[in-house]
């Protein structure tokens, strides 16, 4: 499956592979496979977010994206998780005020459920959460958090 997901193209420069490629999934042996549907859900964000992100900022860095649910419970994640429909992306920021200025455009340039300026300040690590659905009007949702 792998050589078939590095090759699936989601749009113009994201792949299903990057999608859904997960160190915690290598690491425990966890199967991240998503089903069509996800699949669907995957395209969309990129099209609508992260495709836009991308012609702005260049090269993004997906650290999660899809995540089956043994996956989910493995790294901590929520039980009701975008992640696991294939409709959020959590983006790699190198510094709070590229994070912010990336925040700011996809506020106002993009059609976005939810969107999490999260860090973590024992570690100073940053990132962007963001989402996007096709089964109900996205909510444009967005604040910043601090994650423990």
Known sequence: MENKQEKRMLS???TLSEMVR?????????????????????????????EPLRR?????????????QALNRAVGGARTSQHLTGEAA???????????????FI???????????ERRPKTGCCWLHVSHTARRPNRRQASRLTVR
């Open 107 to 117: 506020c106002r340039h993009t059609d976005f459920d939810q969107l999490l300026f």
């Open 56 to 68: 702005r900022f260049g090269v993004i860095r997906i650290t999660s994206g899809y995540r089956s």
């Open 22 to 50: 997960s160190g915690t999934a290598i690491r425990y042996g966890i199967d991240n496979t998503p089903a069509e549907e996800a699949i669907e859900n995957l395209t969309l964000l990129c099209r609508n977010v992260l």
């Open 12 to 14: 113009e420069h994201f």
């Open 90 to 104: 959590d983006i790699h920021i190198g510094c709070e005020e590229a994070g912010q200025k990336m925040y700011d």
